[in-house]
């Protein structure tokens, strides 16, 4: 039995403001898609909530047992502009080729740095990353299908999605909880009325001006897509033109992913998605993150601590542990205080984790009770994961877990107390949430290798110092190796050691 | 004064098959391009090769204060088929879309590959990676414009090339030195010659058959660019319809950069690339790499040492200095006594960057004679990479200064000897093509941290034992590090340790 059947899950849909049963179009395959970075500029710590969000999403369903198709586009198609002087065009189309500025330069730059921010944070890449600039005709065709649809008019050489037609027979605003009529009344006259014939009226297709740098054929004159179609373009051609899960933050609600489902609706008559989920935002000290207020902070800033509201580096699973902390749908409140209580606790699991792979079993006197808290625990780990991915809960059972490992490590417990099939399961669950689910790794592991073996010899050492009773040598390697940060401790099966910074 | 200019560099030009001073079109702007991965399987040793080969010109090139624009494509039209069965595309059309294979997520599967591959080697980025199926457009275009320039004819939904037509008033076949009318006379007549009208006329655009997934409109209908056009369109679009310097492998020679040359004049009215360079084959131990033969070596198999012909993992590191110790035109026969032989000179030039920092600088008796040796040497080494990447002699000179640092380090010369601008001169030459050009890295920087705690420490504690004349004490400690592969080396200035493995 799959483990989706045993766990079933749940998430919250946007769209029905509801929890709902999670049922696939045609289960094992699961269509996922997720609207990815804007590559015009460093990934920031907002993008860092959003790759940890959906990573873990990701990697539930296929932990489940889906065969996830994960769709993340690349938003390249920017609007860079050349210098266009009194003379025109001129300027720009006698310079040199490779003088002049060139858009996919700076996408490939912010494209590398999200991705390595991506693997920093050991997010798995999706199985497609489309971009908009690579799916130009799709956009197109789409366009075109809108049109002969009747949602959509052309003027001056761009086209506009006509939302008055549209929002007649459609539920405009379901997603959003806004209201045309609410928006219209709303905006200023003066506002956005060039061409389109009402102010919210959104742009398909782009004539593009003369210092538009970005620029394709089109039946309408050469120009570049608007923002929203690519996703409705993208997300159809991979996934088809029903699929089941559409993911972004909660900022995208309006207007991208209302435009999305009018556009989906315009194009092939069905919005499409089955499900769209929204994860929350992300505030600095209770603070919205923008550049003007001087927090705005990013990635490679927090993994470097250079940053002025940084009391100190953090790492990218300190990151990735804090964010998880929170439920997707909550909030989070990037504090120093949080990251260092974060960073402990990251710690205190990788311990535990560490401390399990040592336990060696031996059968023992049976303690029914501590066996059925285990299985229970063991369960309760993926019902709380499958309850709309409760990562939160699901941590406090780690943590629960986590205890009963140090007991049996200490020697509180005995471990043969539980079942060789309990003690399994413990084994079985507990890494495979943390790591395989959580995405959580060992920090340390690149360092291991000779630090390992220069410290079994100082352990060697001070045993045999401790043996002789030179006490004072065998102190003097325990205090030392705790001044630069290394732990030794006694144990029944000898000493071992943790790491610290 | 640029070091372009103090070291002009001159390179092996495949076109005029002899070396020429290198004179971009717009100094210091300088557009590079190169035949980038098909991503439809594993990165393999080849791609290692030229990975590495053009890193170190995209490094040179910066390094010498040129600004490069270098595009590297990804070319992921692929093959891949979909079952059609007696019942022809209905099977197909009908199956969901998530069921049915998308050859984007096998070209996100072997790019990511791909990208890992370069950032283990420590390869940069390139400024743009273009993608075929991201400039479907563009190569229309291209084809269109060949088409009315006469250079190409339609059959039945597909384009080619005219060959005949252009060979008449073109050197076709001077890259390579293939001539046209000897492939012709050496082809089979039952071959090729289905729509074509002559064997060797390539395909421009190919009208895709009922299973072929990737699949684009057309004015010629249904189908998919052919392989060689991605290049030439990629390569106008970002560098210009003339741009300086154009690389690939020599198996690459014929027939796609003759084809390249043919569309871009059949385009455009000129072949476009001033400079074209190449780069050699690799063998494994004398052969050919293919499947068939059973050496075929991925770089994750390399890296992890678990292929039946390796006697160990090598790093990457060690596969690139071992990939620059020949020269980028030469074969490189990639065997396990090489690599052994790369990984010890790797960790020599290591060990001497390291030991450099080290060194501290007070002034001394002049040694006119070695002064002078040193600033030759510091010239050499510049003089070397500018005559055509002459990697292995550069590495020479690396070696040479290599002992210079030693000398200085065991006192066999001192230090003093050199004037200070001497000393600055050999520590920044040094570094810069150690790390900067050659883009070596010191592999074990990771694990350094705690390790580095440790070590000082065990250090102290065998002073100590020698200075108490407790000789069993210190030899034991120096004889286990031995034998976990740390060995401590005992100097004017104190113990200092190395890392072996």
């Not at 990573?55 to 390249?76: K, P």
């Not at 909880?177 to 919210?200: C, F, W, Y």
């Amino acid at each position: 039995m799959p483990l989706f059947e045993q766990y079933p899950l749940s998430l919250y849909n946007s769209m029905a403001r509801e929890k709902q049963l999670f049922e696939p179009l045609a289960p094992p395959f699961v269509g996922l898609y997720t609207c990815g970075p804007t590559v015009y500029s460093e990934p920031h710590l907002g993008h860092a909530r959003g790759l940890i969000t959906w990573d873990l999403v990701f990697r539930y369903l296929r932990h489940l047992g889906y065969r996830v198709r994960y769709v993340r586009n690349i938003t390249d198609v920017g609007h860079l502009e050349d210098e266009v002087t009194d003379a025109g065009e001129d300027k720009i189309t006698k310079k040199a080729r490779l003088e002049r500025l060139e858009p996919m330069e700076v996408v490939q730059q912010y494209t590398v740095a999200y991705r390595k921010a991506a693997a920093d944070l050991n997010a798995l890449s999706p199985s497609i990353e489309p971009t908009a600039s690579g799916h130009v005709p799709e956009q197109i065709q789409a366009i075109k299908n809108i049109l002969s649809n009747g949602y959509a008019y052309e003027r001056d050489g761009s086209v506009y999605f006509n939302l008055a037609r549209y929002a007649a027979s459609h539920p405009y605003g379901k997603l959003s909880g806004k209201v045309l009529d609410d928006l219209i009344a709303g905006s200023r006259q003066t506002e956005g009325l060039n061409q389109k014939q009402s102010p919210h009226d959104f742009a398909l297709w782009k004539k593009a001006s003369p210092e538009h740098i970005m620029r394709w054929d089109s039946p309408w004159g050469q120009g570049f897509p608007g923002w929203h179609i690519e996703c409705s373009a993208m997300s159809t051609k991979y996934l088809g033109e029903t699929f089941d899960l559409h993911g972004g933050g909660m900022d995208l609600l309006f207007p991208h992913h209302e435009a999305e489902i009018a556009q989906n609706v315009g194009c092939c008559g069905n919005q499409g998605v089955r499900y769209w989920i929204h994860h929350n935002m992300l505030t600095i000290e209770g603070q919205k993150m923008a550049r003007s207020l001087g927090n705005f902070i990013s990635i490679e800033q927090v993994f470097s601590g250079n940053h002025p509201l940084l009391e100190q580096a953090y790492s990218p699973m300190t990151v990735r542990f804090f964010t998880l902390q929170s439920h997707y749908r909550s909030p989070v409140d990037f504090s120093n205080e949080g990251l260092q209580a974060a960073e402990k606790s990251y710690r205190r699991l990788m311990n535990a984790a560490a401390a399990l792979d040592k336990l060696e079993y031996r059968a023992g006197a049976f303690d029914a009770e501590l066996e059925r808290q285990i299985q229970e625990a063991c369960h309760t780990l993926y019902r709380e994961l499958s309850d709309d991915f409760n990562t939160p809960r699901a941590l406090a059972v780690l943590f629960e877990l986590s205890s009963r490992i140090q007991d049996f490590r200490s020697g509180n417990k005995v471990l043969g107390g539980i079942s060789a099939d309990a003690f399994a399961q413990l084994q079985q669950n507990f890494k495979a949430v943390l790591f395989d689910v959580f995405g959580l790794l060992p920090e340390t592991q690149a360092q291991t290798s000779k630090l390992d073996g220069v410290m079994d010899m100082l352990i060697r050492m001070r045993t045999e110092a401790r043996a002789s009773k030179d006490f004072a040598a065998s102190d003097r390697i325990r205090d030392e190796l705790l001044a630069i940060g290394i732990q030794l401790k006694d144990g029944k099966e000898g000493t071992t050691f943790s790491v610290e910074g």
